[in-house]
């Protein structure tokens, strides 16, 4: 069997997914086509339901869930690893971030819900690809940008400045975990199926970690402008035991990130104008494997 697989070209993904893909663990049978796209594109494709299985933001989840189930392996969630809002300026205060030109790495990404989350009258907001933000916030096309994966590890060697941490203000705020990302399977492959690959990505992962800290070809191929100390920094905040089992802890994670989104929406005036995508009119189950 034949089954469509999207994530990221990121080092934490291919990481998770290189013994997988590659068969360097047995398959069980099944074949894989790939496709390497960053998360908002995977979001989308996601809407759009064209995947068997794929990396996905939790912030999209809201409007998967009659569409999708989540499995317990493969995602990237825990403490500590939110993203950033950055600027060439240091010592911007929350009311000035509420006038800035603001550059998001996607609509739908958790990113964009931490920082609607932390700043709700932000007033102008632009999307780009996530490796795009750096170069618009040093060229003065936005006064800030959110950065996330390896950008954290390099916006200060550009003369940048963080203006807050996204992450640890929900952390603060919702005492949870923050869940970023995680694997999702259409509803319309099988219930063993979607166990099978459960089972065989958390595989792959204790594969990875166990040939850690050694960096794959697969891997480094993937991620060829980074430095190797880079890619290990990368790995090293975003693949963690929610990667190999979220258990309760991650599904609490979930579960209160879909909440406060839903809530969020809900709190919006007619006339205000949302950064969020509505949420669809559907009640609220998190269906996972």
């Given at each position: 069997?034949?089954?469509?697989?999207?994530?990221?070209?990121?080092?934490?993904?291919?990481?998770?997914?290189d013994a997988l893909v590659n068969k360097k663990i047995d398959t069980e049978g099944l074949d894989f086509d790939i496709y390497l796209e960053d998360v908002q594109t995977l979001?989308?494709?996601?809407?759009?339901?064209?995947?068997?299985?794929?990396?996905?933001?939790?912030?999209?989840?809201?409007?998967?869930?009659?569409?999708?189930?989540?499995?317990?392996?493969?995602?990237?969630?825990?403490?500590?690893?939110?993203?950033?809002?950055?600027?060439?300026?240091?010592?911007?205060?929350?009311?000035?971030?509420?006038?800035?030109?603001?550059?998001?790495?996607?609509?739908?990404?958790?990113?964009?819900?931490?920082?609607?989350?932390?700043?709700?009258?932000?007033?102008?907001?632009?999307?780009?690809?996530?490796?795009?933000?750096?170069?618009?916030?040093?060229?003065?096309?936005?006064?800030?940008?959110?950065?996330?994966?390896?950008?954290?590890?390099?916006?200060?060697?550009?003369?940048?400045?963080?203006?807050?941490?996204?992450?640890?203000?929900?952390?603060?705020?919702?005492?949870?975990?923050?869940?970023?990302?995680?694997?999702?399977?259409?509803?319309?492959?099988?219930?063993?199926?979607?166990?099978?690959?459960?089972?065989?990505?958390?595989?792959?992962?204790?594969?990875?970690?166990?040939?850690?800290?050694?960096?794959?070809?697969?891997?480094?191929?993937?991620?060829?402008?980074?430095?190797?100390?880079?890619?290990?920094?990368?790995?090293?905040?975003?693949?963690?035991?929610?990667?190999?089992?979220?258990?309760?802890?991650?599904?609490?994670?979930?579960?209160?990130?879909?909440?406060?989104?839903?809530?969020?929406?809900h709190s919006m005036s007619p006339t205000q104008p949302s950064h969020l995508m509505p949420a669809n009119a559907v009640p609220f189950l998190l269906k996972t494997v």
């Amino acid at each position: 069997m034949k089954l469509s697989l999207g994530f990221s070209p990121c080092p934490n993904d291919t990481f998770i997914f290189d013994a997988l893909v590659n068969k360097k663990i047995d398959t069980e049978g099944l074949d894989f086509d790939i496709y390497l796209e960053d998360v908002q594109t995977l979001n989308n494709f996601a809407l759009e339901d064209r995947l068997d299985f794929s990396k996905i933001s939790y912030g999209v989840l809201p409007l998967l869930l009659n569409t999708h189930t989540i499995l317990h392996s493969g995602g990237a969630m825990g403490n500590g690893v939110g993203p950033l809002l950055i600027s060439k300026k240091a010592n911007i205060t929350p009311d000035q971030v509420n006038d800035l030109r603001i550059a998001i790495p996607g609509k739908n990404t958790t990113a964009f819900l931490l920082f609607s989350f932390v700043y709700p009258n932000a007033k102008n907001i632009s999307f780009y690809v996530f490796n795009e933000i750096e170069a618009a916030v040093l060229s003065g096309e936005v006064d800030a940008g959110v950065i996330i994966h390896e950008n954290r590890f390099t916006y200060k060697q550009k003369g940048l400045f963080q203006i807050s941490d996204l992450g640890a203000a929900w952390e603060t705020k919702t005492k949870s975990p923050i869940a970023l990302g995680g694997i999702v399977a259409s509803n319309r492959i099988s219930k063993p199926i979607m166990q099978q690959i459960d089972h065989l990505i958390a595989k792959s992962v204790a594969y990875a970690f166990d040939k850690y800290p050694a960096i794959s070809d697969y891997v480094s191929c993937h991620a060829q402008e980074m430095s190797e100390a880079v890619m290990r920094q990368h790995i090293d905040l975003y693949v963690n035991d929610f990667s190999r089992d979220m258990g309760d802890a991650g599904k609490n994670a979930i579960e209160t990130l879909v909440h406060i989104y839903q809530q969020m929406n809900h709190s919006m005036s007619p006339t205000q104008p949302s950064h969020l995508m509505p949420a669809n009119a559907v009640p609220f189950l998190l269906k996972t494997v």
